[in-house]
């Protein structure tokens, strides 16, 4: 297991389409826990492989809460894989979190999102699931589904917010590459 390096906007990677992962292979095994670590590490809720330069449908989920007050103990880790994971279905009702994102560091903003989703996917063994979905889960699947479709959460925010934000970040990583 190894902590990747995050790949953060303004890089082109992040807008890839990842392609599908035909077979659960040991490398995809190791994949997985690679982001685990990563995720946790950052920390983050979610995570899409193309995020560590890995342009696979992959995506790792763990929505244990784990920063917590002095005294409570974090809740147990509840780490959930998704290979291959599609939206099958949308609800009408639609709600608002706020967003952010590890490529995207310490930026947030609230986005639309349906309320509830169904997701089907392959598992670690190489088994075909479904998943209904709500609340925190179902903005994360598709935040993470997202990432895997070259899209970024930035993208359904007005247009002067988005262009902001992205030039921020080209900035920031001009000055980093002229250190």
Same mark, same amino acid.
């Given at each position: 297991?190894?902590?990747?390096? /995050?790949?953060?906007?303004?890089?082109?990677?992040?807008?890839?389409?990842? #392609?599908?992962?035909?077979?659960?292979?040991?490398?995809?095994?190791?994949?997985?826990? !690679?982001? +685990?670590?990563?995720?946790?590490?950052?920390?983050?809720? *979610?995570?899409?492989?193309?995020?560590?330069? @890995?342009? $696979? %449908?992959?995506?790792?989920?763990?929505?244990?809460?784990?920063?917590?007050?002095?005294?409570?103990?974090?809740?147990?880790?509840?780490?959930? $894989? +998704?290979?291959?994971? @599609?939206?099958?279905?949308?609800?009408?009702?639609?709600?608002?979190?706020? &967003?952010?994102?590890?490529?995207?560091? &310490?930026?947030? @903003?609230?986005?639309?999102?349906?309320?509830?989703?169904?997701?089907?996917?392959?598992?670690? !063994?190489?088994?075909?699931?479904?998943?209904?979905?709500? *609340?925190? /889960?179902?903005?994360?699947?598709?935040?993470?589904? =997202?990432?895997?479709?070259?899209?970024? +959460?930035? =993208?359904?925010?007005?247009?002067?917010?988005?262009? %902001?934000?992205?030039?921020?970040?080209? #900035?920031?990583?001009? %000055?980093? %590459?002229?250190?």
């Amino acid at each position: 297991m190894a902590i990747r390096p /995050l790949v953060i906007l303004p890089d082109a990677q992040l807008r890839l389409v990842s #392609k599908p992962v035909e077979v659960v292979t040991p490398e995809i095994k190791a994949l997985v826990e !690679d982001m +685990f670590e990563t995720m946790y590490d950052a920390p983050g809720i *979610g995570l899409a492989a193309i995020q560590i330069g @890995e342009p $696979v %449908r992959v995506v790792t989920i763990d929505l244990a809460k784990r920063d917590v007050k002095e005294g409570e103990e974090p809740e147990p880790r509840r780490p959930q $894989v +998704f290979i291959n994971p @599609e939206v099958t279905w949308t609800s009408e009702e639609h709600s608002v979190y706020e &967003e952010g994102c590890l490529s995207i560091p &310490e930026y947030y @903003e609230e986005v639309e999102r349906p309320a509830q989703v169904k997701v089907r996917y392959m598992d670690l !063994d190489g088994k075909t699931q479904e998943i209904e979905a709500d *609340g925190l /889960l179902a903005t994360c699947l598709q935040h993470e589904i =997202d990432h895997l479709n070259g899209v970024l +959460f930035i =993208d359904y925010l007005s247009r002067l917010k988005r262009e %902001r934000v992205t030039k921020k970040f080209a #900035k920031a990583a001009k %000055r980093e %590459r002229a250190a």
